[in-house]
């Protein structure tokens, strides 16, 4: 079964305005990251958030982890066209190495 | 430049054949991975290797199988037992001490297997 289930399946918003994305989680994680694919292409890593951080920030990309309700959220600022793509949010679950288990992701559409 | 090559990019299978996928990386990773990416989908873990030599079934490691003779190298070969392989296969390698470092995986660009 999935760990990770993102939320919302699908996505989509006006240029310069801001994506929120948001990942639940069902085990306890060392750390949690999230990546972007672009259609028919491999996944690219965004970012990393350890499980005793609570914010990371890069760049226009702003993720939140909390631990007690098992969440995290991807913050996309000023939105571009380019930003359209799909999201995934992945766990490196505790005792489990550096394995990930990905999410469902969200699809993000950014229009002009 | 360092990176993961995935080929082919593009594959096609008959009923009943087995087929190998190929995956290199130049990164000097320890790790890597396949996932297999089914459409509207997240990914789901086929097989992965930490190290040389050796190997640990995913969640779906049914009808595929692998090998880790070189660092460099880990191709998945998808069998006739596999009974629904048309799918999109991804290949990717981590550096296990990076990852307290911010490092995640690095992705090839896939494979997308169909079988006719």
């Known amino acids: 079964s999935q760990q990770g289930e993102e939320d919302p399946q699908a996505l989509s918003i006006q240029e310069g305005e801001n994506a929120t994305m948001n990942c639940s989680y069902k085990?306890?994680?060392?750390?949690l990251q999230w990546y972007r694919q672009n259609s028919g292409r491999g996944l690219v890593h965004l970012i990393l958030?350890?499980?005793?951080?609570r914010e990371k920030h890069s760049g226009r990309l702003r993720v939140t982890l909390d631990t007690s309700k098992k969440s995290s959220s991807l913050l996309i600022t000023a939105s571009r066209a380019a930003d359209t793509a799909s999201y995934f949010c992945?766990?490196?679950?505790?005792?489990?190495?550096?394995?990930?288990?990905f999410g469902t992701g969200t699809q993000l559409k950014v229009e002009l | 430049d360092g990176g993961i090559t995935q080929s082919p990019k593009y594959l096609f299978r008959k009923e009943g054949q087995n087929v190998t996928l190929s995956c290199e990386q130049n990164?000097?990773?320890?790790?890597m991975y396949w996932y297999r990416q089914d459409p509207g989908q997240g990914l789901r873990l086929i097989y992965y290797?930490?190290?040389?030599?050796?190997?640990q079934k995913g969640d779906i490691a049914e009808g595929y199988s692998v090998s880790r003779e070189k660092k460099e190298s880990f191709p998945l070969t998808v069998t006739s037992a596999q009974k629904n392989p048309t799918a999109f296969y991804l290949c990717?390698?981590?550096?296990?001490?990076?990852?307290?470092?911010?490092?995640?995986?690095?992705f090839g660009s896939g494979t997308r297997l169909t079988v006719v």
């Open positions: 085990t306890s994680i060392n750390n």
């Open positions: 290797s930490q190290i040389v030599n050796d190997f």
């Open positions: 990164l000097n990773h320890d790790a």
């Open positions: 990717a390698s981590s550096d296990i001490f990076l990852t307290g470092a911010g490092e995640g995986y690095t």
């Open positions: 992945a766990t490196a679950l505790t005792g489990g190495g550096n394995k990930l288990t």
């Open positions: 958030i350890r499980s005793n951080e």
